[in-house]
């Protein structure tokens, strides 16, 4: 991530130096120039289609998080609607062509992960427990220092091909049916959550597997009818079930929150995930 002073600039407001006087740019509020960053999207633009505004573009520009971004991350009625995050990514992001629901997830949560930087720094304070000895304690995380980006370039190693319209082909071991898959989006994250409230709420029986596969296969050996994905999908045996699963979280671009922790208690040391609370936009 690279960082910039935008003089050109300002919450999306152009202003330019000529039509200032050098006592008006004193004292002008726009004077004030909020920075921006620029983020490394861990799908380089790769998997998007022609036309979206990321296509071939390895990073996005986001601004600084202000105080009205810190107004969406108090509303109650969008932290209610679940779609609190969504808005702040919209907001920040100085390409508004650019839709928070149209990201790949990868590309998403390190837009949030930047924000969030921008906004309170990189040190995040995070109760966790000693893989050791199991004491609770407060540990202190550096953001920069944690996150790790996965470009996820082994795809050929692991047998999935990348088709010309971003997807991949991937064949099941046992029951050797290729299926094509797509990267999920913040549109597909979005239904697939309303999905399992849905459910939880109607008590029906929670399908989050099955639901996910449905949402990601776009075809079964070249045939594309929902009805036929889905009668594949139900009738997957577990072993080819597992195969998609864990091909398809390796050939995910996404970015990795993980750092070095030593236990107060016992002095045990470990590399770990960095636990994501809701301290992480609502700091204390």
Avoid at 219 to 248: C, F, H, Q
């Amino acid at each position: 991530m690279s960082t910039r002073n935008n003089q050109d600039r300002l919450g999306g407001v152009e202003v330019q130096d000529s039509d200032l006087s050098p006592q008006e740019m004193h004292e002008s509020p726009l004077s004030f120039v909020t920075p921006t960053e620029f983020v490394d999207l861990p799908s380089r633009g790769r998997y998007y289609p022609e036309g979206h505004p990321l296509c071939g573009e390895e990073s996005v520009e986001i601004r600084y998080m202000t105080a009205k971004d810190e107004d969406i991350l108090s509303s109650q009625s969008l932290i209610k609607k679940g779609i609190v995050i969504d808005k702040l990514i919209q907001n920040v992001l100085l390409d508004k062509k650019v839709r928070t629901q149209d990201l790949l997830l990868g590309d998403k949560n390190a837009i949030t992960v930047a924000a969030r930087v921008t906004g309170y720094g990189p040190e995040y304070g995070s109760r966790i427990d000693c893989p050791a000895c199991g004491d609770n304690s407060e540990h202190v995380f550096d953001l920069n220092e944690a996150l790790k980006i996965d470009y996820a370039d082994n795809h050929k190693e692991l047998g999935a091909e990348l088709t010309d319209n971003g997807t991949f082909l991937i064949k099941l071991p046992l029951t050797e049916i290729t299926v094509e898959t797509k990267l999920l989006t913040g549109k597909d994250e979005t239904k697939l959550l309303n999905m399992a409230t849905r459910k939880k709420k109607l008590k029906l029986q929670e399908s989050l597997l099955t639901d996910q596969f449905k949402t990601i296969i776009v075809s079964v050996n070249g045939m594309s009818e929902p009805s036929t994905i889905n009668a594949v999908i139900d009738n997957l045996p577990a072993i080819d079930a597992k195969s998609l699963r864990d091909t398809y979280a390796e050939i995910t671009p996404n970015v990795e929150l993980s750092s070095m922790f030593e236990c107060d208690n016992c002095g045990h040391a470990e590399e770990v995930d960095v636990p994501i609370t809701v301290q992480f936009f609502w700091p204390k």
